[in-house]
């Protein structure tokens, strides 16, 4: 049975081919992605462990994130305090570093290089080891910067800013002098694997003093590398001895795994969102490879029939076709293992223009990766195939005997029944999640989601008649009788038309939900800036980091403008956890109309508003006190004065704008909130203004109109991502309606030898063959896009705090139908000229 079931593979090397291209891109895509998310995963360990030494001098209380995302502090260390850091017995050499938050790098041509993904990191250079004794800085040319006026670029961010060794390179600083230049000496990367997209730029020490700390010869953090034989504990105990009290003493461990916390949530949410995808992919194949495996054996019935007269049991039939579809998973798998190793690239390059830079080196096939990849094929192959072969094994030894193939389908009333069931399981889980179950409230309509797909996939022979019968009408209204013929071969075995529309239907169906999705967003988007944003115009920096204030100087000359709000986020603790907080100048209540919930907005001193979400979550309320954690170990203690309801012009503690310099925190502007004067032509005003900003080409000024459409392209860009994602599951479909046609053709070859002897032209024939897939596909969008918009719509319901509109994306739904045609189109192309050559005599001859 073994050399038989070879045999039988060999002699049909194409429905070989076609049957594995489905599992090839489904293993595909999950080797692809695995590739990918360990590249991910070490390009970023490589990153943090090269660059952490063995212990660090830091603000007290904050992290190395942190320290970023809640503002520069103006505590510093001088340099006697590494003096006494380097006496210590425990410290081997002390290194005074000095970051700077919010500097920008500008190309020749004055447009922003990065910025936009991975962040710009501005420091300077000293060659301090990492913790495994190792640079953390490789350099690729040149040298590294010595003078005031010398930087070293990565070799990224000079080739996109289109500079040269020896060019004077242009930046801009987040606060003091804004535009600044250098020359650029050399070009380098991080030791430990590139930078994963982040933009470099090194100074001399005295360079980076002169930028960020005023000239003063001090340092915002020390790296400290321990003697011969000292644990980073016993540095860390040491050094915390001589610090000051607005510093900690940390070990690189410590660092280490704060930052792989910090990047590991990031990344693992791109990871469980490909695999996400891969799965679909996975899913989709599945559909394709139970179809076909149910079409061969349906083709075979007389063959195992004849194998069964001849004495095999009904078990070796069983294993003779779970066999052939083992050898067929283990080489498509084969194949997909290396196609997916080459698409982890694809990945890598689409992260890459978003700004996530992945080194190509780590892009390796991994013993996980491969091994999870063949268990997925193989697994997912055999139990696609396990009912169709056992199907096989029950064929009668008598039908061997018959001249007609003994399939005879069976009643699709259990079916139906069934699958009515589980629609009903389906919608009870998405109507609970909608009314408030416990745990997240989209995760159960998840739920039901899945399993309304997988039922209609299930009965979309029941469910999906209608359609064919609407599909049949219709052609052979417009197109006669190969119309009509066309209706009838879909309607012929229901089974197998849904089937291998419902891998059709699953990529449609996803990408309809998505559309809703976005649609609502954006129209949300569109009724919350009309809504809350009631500024003329709003001035933000397009890579989401604060400016310095002398924008806002500008813009308070400029003629036609009546008021000027300005506005700082910062980050701050609360009982050891992350809060943001606003600090608003006096014109902020001018601008903006807060829902005052209880007490006021006008703040005096020390005191603050919240919102009242907060107010419930932290059990505050008026008269209260907040005592706030600033990096450096400065507080503020705040007498909440004010609840109003949330709002997204603001954070949900507000404080007054001087209370942030009295944190210890420079003032930068994060926003500027702009009316302008009663008759004052708004377009000039705005022309007026962005010449004011011009010099900073971070900052841009928005209208309302504007402000939306930036935050539409923010979403749109992830939506582009994810159709793309989701166009392989309707490739994948398209290679499945190919594959089922492509082999009803070859069951069908005494009718379409009859057909063309009674006089069908060749044509009219592929013609047929077209409506005939055209009416699959058409059944697999119709079954998709109405499945798409009630998971759609019933999300957004569970989502109505962020989504507080609903959108229908009508048109794009059109585009989607047709789409499907054209899939149907195109699919058929193959089968058809296959169809239209076939020797009549030689046809009408076939057993």
Avoid at 248 to 260: F, I, L, M
Avoid at 579 to 588: M, R, W, Y
Avoid at 597 to 610: C, I, P, W, Y
Wanted: glycine share 10%; hydrophobic share 50%; with cysteine.
């Amino acid at each position: 049975m073994f050399r038989l079931t070879l045999r039988n593979l060999l002699a049909r090397k194409l429905r070989l081919v076609m049957s594995g291209l489905s599992i090839v891109l489904g293993v595909a895509f999950l080797s692809g992605v695995l590739v990918f998310s360990n590249g991910l995963s070490s390009t970023f360990d490589g990153i943090i462990y090269g660059s952490t030494p063995d212990g660090v001098v830091r603000t007290k209380d904050f992290s190395e994130f942190d320290a970023g995302y809640s503002g520069t502090p103006k505590n510093v260390v001088t340099p006697e305090t590494i003096e006494k850091l380097e006496a210590l017995p425990e410290v081997d050499r002390a290194d005074g570093d000095i970051a700077g938050f919010g500097m920008s790098l500008l190309a020749s041509d004055g447009t922003l290089v990065g910025g936009t993904g991975a962040p710009t990191l501005a420091f300077n250079y000293h060659d301090g080891p990492n913790m495994d004794g190792g640079s953390i800085l490789k350099l690729d040319s040149g040298h590294w910067p010595e003078a005031t006026d010398e930087i070293v670029l990565d070799t990224a961010a000079a080739e996109n800013g289109d500079y040269q060794l020896g060019d004077e390179v242009q930046l801009l600083a987040p606060y003091g002098e804004i535009e600044q230049t250098a020359t650029l000496v050399g070009t380098a990367e991080f030791n430990g694997g590139g930078t994963a997209g982040a933009t470099l730029l090194i100074f001399s020490t005295e360079g980076a003093q002169r930028l960020f700390l005023n000239g003063h010869d001090v340092y915002n953090r020390v790296s400290l590398t321990a003697a011969e034989g000292v644990t980073q504990e016993e540095l860390a105990d040491a050094a915390q001895e001589v610090i000051p009290d607005d510093f900690e003493a940390a070990t690189g461990d410590k660092v280490a795994d704060e930052s792989q916390a910090a990047i590991g949530e990031f990344l693992g949410i791109i990871s469980i969102f490909l695999l996400i995808f891969a799965g679909i992919a996975v899913l989709v194949s599945a559909f394709i490879i139970l179809n076909t495996f149910t079409i061969l054996v349906a083709q075979r019935s007389r063959e195992l029939a004849l194998l069964r007269a001849l004495g095999a049991a009904r078990e070796q039939v069983t294993r003779s076709v779970m066999l052939e579809a083992l050898v067929l998973s283990f080489v498509a798998s084969t194949i997909g293992i290396g196609v997916g190793w080459l698409l982890s690239r694809g990945l890598a390059a689409l992260f890459r223009a978003i700004g996530l830079d992945i080194a190509s080196n780590a892009l390796d096939l991994t013993a996980t990766a491969v091994g999870i990849s063949y268990a997925v094929g193989v697994v997912v192959t055999i139990v696609a195939a396990y009912f169709p072969s056992r199907r096989a094994g029950r064929v009668a030894p008598v039908a061997a005997m018959r001249a007609e193939s003994p399939h005879a389908p069976a009643p699709l009333g259990r079916r139906a029944a069934v699958g009515g069931v589980l629609l009903v399981v389906g919608a009870a889980l998405a109507i609970w999640g909608v009314v408030g179950a416990p745990g997240p409230d989209a995760l159960w309509v998840g739920i039901g989601a899945v399993i309304w797909i997988l039922t209609v996939a299930v009965i979309s022979p029941v469910i999906g008649k209608p359609v064919l019968v609407g599909c049949r009408a219709l052609f052979g209204r417009l197109f006669g009788a190969p119309g009509r013929l066309a209706g009838e071969n879909a309607l012929r075995d229901p089974r197998r038309t849904g089937a291998t529309a419902s891998a059709l239907m699953i990529g449609l169906a996803l990408v309809s939900t998505i559309g809703v999705l976005a649609a609502s967003m954006n129209k949300s988007i569109d009724d919350l800036v009309d809504e809350e944003f009631t500024a003329d115009f709003l001035v933000q920096s397009t890579n989401f980091v604060p400016f310095s204030t002398t924008v806002g100087d500008a813009l308070e000359d400029v003629d036609g403008v009546s008021v000027v709000s300005r506005q700082q986020w910062v980050g701050a603790k609360l009982d050891g956890d992350n809060e943001t907080v606003a600090g608003n100048d006096d014109a902020f209540t001018d601008v903006y109309d807060l829902d005052v919930k209880e007490g006021r907005t006008d703040l005096h001193g020390s005191e603050a508003f919240v919102f009242d979400d907060f107010a419930d979550d932290h059990d505050v309320s008026l008269g209260d006190e907040l005592e706030l954690s600033f990096p450096g170990g400065s507080k503020l203690q705040l007498e909440v004065v004010g609840i109003v309801g949330s709002s997204e012009v603001t954070a949900p503690i507000n404080v007054r704008l001087d209370q942030i310099e009295k944190a210890g925190l420079t003032r930068q502007d994060t926003s500027v909130s702009i009316l302008i004067e009663d008759g004052a032509d708004a377009e000039a005003v705005q022309d007026d203004l962005d010449d004011a900003a011009s010099d900073v080409p971070i900052v841009a000024v928005y209208d309302k109109e504007e402000f939306s459409d930036a935050i539409r392209d923010q979403v749109n860009q992830l939506l582009y991502i994810i159709y793309g994602l989701l166009a392989l599951a309707i490739v994948i479909a398209v290679f499945g309606i190919v594959n089922t046609l492509g082999l009803s053709v070859i069951e069908r070859t005494r009718e379409v030898g009859l057909l063309r002897a009674i006089g069908m032209s060749r044509s009219r024939l592929r013609r047929m063959i077209t409506l005939e897939s055209v009416a699959i596909a058409v059944l697999g969008a119709v079954l998709g896009l109405g499945l798409g918009l009630t998971i759609g719509v019933t999300l957004r319901e569970t989502l109505k705090e962020d989504l507080s509109s609903l959108a229908l994306p009508l048109s794009q739904l059109v585009v989607f139908l047709a789409i499907a045609v054209v899939v149907g189109v195109l699919a058929a192309v193959i089968p058809s000229i296959r169809a239209a050559r076939m020797n009549v005599l030689e046809a009408i001859a076939e057993e």
